[in-house]
Structures are given as structure tokens and as C-alpha cells.
């Protein structure tokens, strides 16, 4: 397929606009008021210890948007800052804004979701809660989506005129390296997929929502990659600002989370992405458990039943705490309810391993090869296991 790329200049500042292609749509005429009893714009702003930046970036919309109908929703996961004491405030001083505390889980994509589903205006923005995101763009952001059949309005920090600000130089070689590879499952001509500020119409959302992963933090590129149809889409520049208050949320957990985004992209319609993970945590629970096993019978000469049933316990706690801390990012676990978590994940792992022994003594029995009954007794235990923990340790019953 070819994308064709144009540019022009308008005000000062590069627009450029990648047609992918482009579908016949009714173009909003241009306009700031909605003739809709609801906002025009909702603006979903996820936020996780952001308490100091809210009343500055509620100011600053106010100001860039007036004249427009539009609606901020905060939607807060649980921070323990009071970020979300503070949205409420701010709900109870301006109509224009509402607020939404999550309990249980986490996630900047998931609470993207939540809080566009929360909305019935027919465009939609996203932006972060630290400031970061300049919206002084937002009104030429809305009047492209309104004056043409454009479907998406992406802020970009890699087009003509835009820049990522004081990034160091290991930040901004880790962002390029992460939007090549970005590239792999979204269209050619986006020139920012790891953007997380842009506008999109209701329209096209709605086409995607069922089927978004709602995995880390990359809400457009989960958008872009899972529609069905090529997006038509623009983009406009913008400088990434410095944080004024808070820290940054950027962790080294945060590339596993993008990785497991790109797979769920990739291979999420043959096989979940979680069960992805969990079998890989499994398999090096298989090495812990051989190499405890090796030092505790071999080194320290403990009795082989014994060495046995230590090696299953280390690798029981390992393959949760990693799974807990990597596979239910989202989801995880903590005090008290880690080791709650701990005894359902050892209830459901022993039953699969039941199973495992039964399934493949029962193939073995009917002469079936040895590996092949081993490897099938290893997949009904492994898919027993995900399949129960993910309702039982990490779903909604566990979280109970």
C-alpha cells in the first residue's frame, strides 16, 4: 500500500497530513459550540500522582479552549498522593470537569478507555496529566477533525517543528529506538506512534474499542494498529515541555509493558498475550526449580524427596512474584493480598500439576511416545493454571 506524505505551513507551524487512505466521511462543519446538550470535546487526562499539575493544566485548558464546549475527565488510579481528592475539588468548582478514581486497577492505556467510554461528546482527546503535553495545539487539533474527513489528530514530536525539550541523550535514543519499532504494527506515515496526545472522533473509537488491548501505555498505537480499515489521519507539531511537579512514572518495567502491547498487536488473535507470559515465567520457573533442586540434593545432600519439595516451593513464589510483578502489572497484588494471592496461585498450580502427571501417565499408558505425553501433560497443566489464576489470583473474584 502506498502512503503518500504532504505538508504545509500554517500560522507558523508544519501540519503534516498522511492520507493512508482516504474514506468518504461527513465533515463536521467548523464550529466551537456543540448543538449536542453535551460537550463538544472531552478531553480524558489518566493520572497516577499528579496532584500538583491539575489546577495549572485545568487553567491552561480553560484558557487555550475558550469559546469551545468541552470537558475534562480525570480519571485517577488511586493515587496515594490525593490526586483524585483534588480532581473532585476541582469537579465541585468547574462543570467542565469530572472525575473518575479507579480502585484495583492500574494502567494508563485501561483508564484512557474508561474514561472515553465515560463520554458522549463526538471527539475525544488524550492527554497526560503532568504538563508535558502542550495544549495551546488542541484547537487546531479539533478544526482538522472538524473541516475535513480526517479520523485521528496525532501531537507529534517528530514531524517539522516539533521536539521532545530537554531529553537526555539516552532518553531520546531509547524513544526513536521504541517508535521504529513501533512502526512494525502501525501504518507507514506515522511519524509518532508513541505519541500519547492526540484527538480522535467518536466514530472511530468506537469501531476499535472491543477489540483494544488496554495493555501499558500506549493508547494511539494500540488505537491505530487494531483498526480493521487504514486510519485517515494528520499530525501537529508540538515540544515536549518539562515536568513542573511530580516524578516521572517511566520505569524499566515500562519496555516490558510496551513489548507486551506489540505482541498482543502481533499475535493476540491466535493466543493471548498473557498466556504468552505466564508460559515464558513458567519456563524459567522450570531452571529455578531445576537449579534449587541441583543445590539442595547435589551440594547441600539433602534427602531427594525433600530437595524435591523445596525446589517445588522456591519455584511456586518465583513464577507469582514474577507474574504478579510483570504478566498483572495491571493487576498486582500487594501487602496482605500478596500473600492471599500466593495461596490461591499455589491451590490452582497444585491441582495443574495433577493434571500434567494424570494427562501424561494416562497417553503414556496407551503407548503413547514418552515426550509427547510429557508435553501434553505440561500444556493442559500450564493452560489449567493461567486459565484459574487469571480469574481466581489476578480477575475480578481475586480482587475481591
Known amino acids: 500500500?502506498?502512503?503518500?506524505?504532504?505538508?504545509?505551513?500554517?500560522?507558523?507551524?508544519?501540519?503534516?497530513?498522511?492520507?493512508?487512505?482516504?474514506?468518504?466521511?461527513?465533515?463536521?462543519?467548523?464550529?466551537?459550540?456543540?448543538?449536542?446538550?453535551?460537550?463538544?470535546?472531552?478531553?480524558?487526562?489518566?493520572?497516577?500522582?499528579?496532584?500538583?499539575?491539575?489546577?495549572?493544566?485545568?487553567?491552561?485548558?480553560?484558557?487555550?479552549?475558550?469559546?469551545?464546549?468541552?470537558?475534562?475527565?480525570?480519571?485517577?488510579?488511586?493515587?496515594?498522593?490525593?490526586?483524585?481528592?483534588?480532581?473532585?475539588?476541582?469537579?465541585?468548582?468547574?462543570s467542565c470537569v469530572r472525575s473518575i478514581q479507579r480502585i484495583g486497577r492500574r494502567g494508563l492505556a485501561s483508564a484512557c478507555i474508561e474514561g472515553m467510554l465515560a463520554s458522549s461528546a463526538p471527539y475525544l482527546a488524550v492527554m497526560d496529566g503532568d504538563r508535558q503535553h502542550d495544549p495551546s495545539i488542541l484547537p487546531k487539533m479539533l478544526a482538522l477533525l472538524q473541516q475535513s474527513d480526517t479520523e485521528l489528530v496525532v501531537g507529534s514530536r517528530y514531524v517539522g517543528g516539533g521536539g521532545v525539550g530537554e531529553w537526555s541523550l539516552a532518553r531520546r535514543g531509547i524513544s526513536r529506538f521504541a517508535t521504529l519499532v513501533g512502526r512494525a504494527v502501525v501504518p507507514a506515515g506515522l511519524h509518532d506512534p508513541m505519541s500519547g496526545f492526540f484527538v480522535v472522533r467518536r466514530s472511530l473509537f468506537e469501531n476499535v474499542v472491543h477489540d483494544l488491548s488496554g495493555l501499558g501505555f500506549k493508547i494511539l498505537l494500540d488505537i491505530v494498529a487494531t483498526a480493521k480499515a487504514p486510519v485517515v489521519l494528520e499530525e501537529v507539531p508540538f515540544v515536549f515541555r518539562a515536568r513542573v511537579a511530580g516524578a516521572s512514572k517511566l520505569d524499566s518495567l515500562v519496555a516490558w509493558e510496551?513489548?507486551?502491547?506489540?505482541?498482543?498487536?502481533?499475535?493476540?488473535?491466535?493466543?493471548?498475550?498473557?498466556?504468552?507470559?505466564?508460559?515464558?515465567?513458567?519456563?524459567?520457573?522450570?531452571?529455578?526449580?531445576?537449579?534449587?533442586?541441583?543445590?539442595?540434593?547435589?551440594?547441600?545432600?539433602?534427602e531427594f524427596v525433600t530437595a524435591q519439595a523445596i525446589a517445588v516451593g522456591v519455584s511456586m513464589v518465583f513464577n507469582y512474584t514474577v507474574n504478579n510483578l510483570l504478566t498483572y502489572r495491571d493487576r498486582r497484588r500487594r501487602g496482605l493480598r500478596w500473600l492471599t494471592g500466593l495461596v490461591s496461585f499455589a491451590a490452582a498450580c497444585s491441582v495443574g500439576a495433577a493434571a500434567n502427571v494424570g494427562v501424561a501417565a494416562f497417553l503414556f499408558s496407551r503407548r503413547t511416545e514418552w515426550v509427547i505425553a510429557a508435553v501434553a501433560g505440561v500444556l493442559v497443566g500450564a493452560v489449567w493454571n493461567y486459565a484459574v489464576t487469571s480469574v481466581y489470583t489476578w480477575g475480578r473474584r481475586g480482587n475481591q
Open 258 to 302: 510496551y513489548a507486551m502491547l506489540l505482541a498482543d498487536k502481533l499475535f493476540g488473535r491466535y493466543v493471548p498475550v498473557r498466556f504468552l507470559a505466564f508460559a515464558a515465567i513458567g519456563g524459567l520457573g522450570v531452571f529455578v526449580h531445576l537449579s534449587v533442586l541441583e543445590l539442595a540434593y547435589r551440594v547441600e545432600r539433602v
Open 1 to 94: 500500500m502506498t502512503s503518500l506524505n504532504y505538508s504545509s505551513t500554517e500560522g507558523g507551524e508544519t501540519l503534516v497530513s498522511t492520507p493512508i487512505e482516504r474514506r468518504r466521511t461527513s465533515a463536521s462543519r467548523v464550529g466551537t459550540r456543540s448543538k449536542l446538550r453535551g460537550p463538544l470535546l472531552s478531553i480524558v487526562i489518566p493520572t497516577y500522582r499528579e496532584r500538583d499539575n491539575l489546577r495549572p493544566l485545568i487553567d491552561e485548558l480553560a484558557e487555550v479552549l475558550a469559546g469551545v464546549d468541552w470537558e475534562a475527565i480525570i480519571v485517577d488510579d488511586d493515587s496515594p498522593d490525593g490526586t483524585a481528592q483534588v480532581a473532585r475539588q476541582l469537579a465541585n468548582e468547574r
